[in-house]
Nanobody, 120 residues
């Protein structure tokens, strides 16, 4: 029904910047919240940032001031701009979206994940 396709990611040196994006496609009524999660090896998946359809945002304390989440509703796409990256930001980053398939039916969808590695 709904597919989330991520792009971006890769290898960056500490202190560097990187962007990832996630585009939703398929048949649906509208997208509610969009978010980025990450999961490092041996750790639980954690919320990085979330953006509501009205543009309100919230960030994990560990990324505040360094990461910026944004969305383009016309393109059904969410972005995560990451700067001042640290080795501890290394993880697989997953896109998540709450999607109204119909006006009253809300479902949760995940992207396949994209690797971000911060290393010198």
């Amino acid at each position: 029904q709904v597919q989330l396709v991520e792009s971006g990611g890769g290898l960056v040196q500490p202190g560097g910047s990187l962007s990832v994006s996630c585009a939703a496609s398929g048949s649906f009524f509208r997208i509610n919240a969009m978010a980025w999660y990450r999961q490092a090896p041996g750790k639980q998946r954690e919320l990085v940032a979330v953006i509501l359809d009205g543009g309100s945002t919230n960030y994990a304390d560990s990324v505040k001031g360094r990461f910026t989440i944004s969305r383009d509703n016309a393109k059904n796409t969410v972005y995560l701009q990451m700067s001042s990256l640290k080795p501890e930001d290394t993880a697989v980053y997953y896109c998540n979206a709450g999607v109204f398939i119909t006006r009253f039916s809300l479902s949760d969808f995940w992207g396949q994940g994209t690797q971000v590695t911060v290393s010198s």
